[in-house]
């Protein structure tokens, strides 16, 4: 089946400093990636949806120029937290839709920032 | 609006059935999911449905009703391992992954 591969999957960064996230396709190619944030006990909340070659789409109220995207390869598509604070804690998960109608989440970040 | 509604918290006892229902109101329908989400972990996926109907799959079933806008996830024979959040998503007129708040099941001895 498809996979999404990310990483890293814990990652702890000091206030003000930067975090990339990587996910990639590993047996498909994914013309569009979406990024999530969950909160402890909360349902996923979109952030923003990528397309290969093209900006992304945020969602009402998150930042571009704090979670920057890249999506510049049908395989990879990276979100960059930004100047990170400790507000930004949280679990960051990106999906794909497989080329039917699913879609395959990879196994998330869990971003802590002290 | 776009709406999906599920209950938040269910509790049942370890071998027997649960129901967790979802109603939503979307602009357009594309499709329902079904993914189960352990503490700490990523979703993974359960069921998807677009035709009316019970789709059945080892211990998991969904049924889903166009017409009424509902769907429920049907747990049989439960196990401790099935303690988990359980999230409803249905994709709308453009393919956009609608969620619900998901319903924490905790299953007991």
């Known amino acids: 089946g498809a996979v999404v591969s990310q990483h890293p999957s814990r990652v702890i960064c000091k206030s003000g400093t930067s975090v990339k996230i990587e996910c990639r396709s590993l047996d498909f190619q994914a013309t569009t990636m979406f990024w999530y944030r969950q909160f402890p006990k909360q349902s996923l909340m979109l952030m923003a949806t990528s397309n290969e070659g093209s900006k992304a789409t945020y969602e009402q109220g998150v930042e571009k120029d704090k979670f920057l995207i890249n999506h510049a390869s049908l395989t990879l598509s990276t979100l960059t937290v930004t100047s990170a604070h400790p507000e930004d804690s949280s679990f960051y998960i990106c999906?794909?839709?497989?080329?039917?109608?699913?879609?395959?989440f990879g196994s998330g970040t869990r971003l802590t920032v002290v | 609006g776009q709406n999906i509604d599920q209950p938040t918290e269910m509790t049942a006892t370890e071998g027997a059935i649960v129901q967790i229902n979802c109603t939503y109101q979307t602009s357009g329908f594309n499709g329902l999911f079904w993914y189960q989400q352990h503490a700490g972990e990523a979703p993974t996926f359960l069921s998807y449905?677009?035709l009316d109907g019970l789709e059945e799959k080892g211990r998991f079933s969904s049924f889903l009703s166009r017409s009424k806008g509902y769907s429920y996830l049907l747990l049989k024979e439960l196990q401790m391992k099935d303690s988990a959040s359980y999230l409803c998503?249905?994709?709308?007129?453009?393919?956009?992954?609608?969620w619900g708040a998901g319903t924490k099941l905790i299953i007991k001895p």
């Open positions: 998503a249905v994709t709308d007129s453009n393919y956009q992954l609608i």
């Open positions: 999906s794909a839709r497989d080329g039917d109608y699913g879609y395959t």
């Open positions: 449905n677009v």
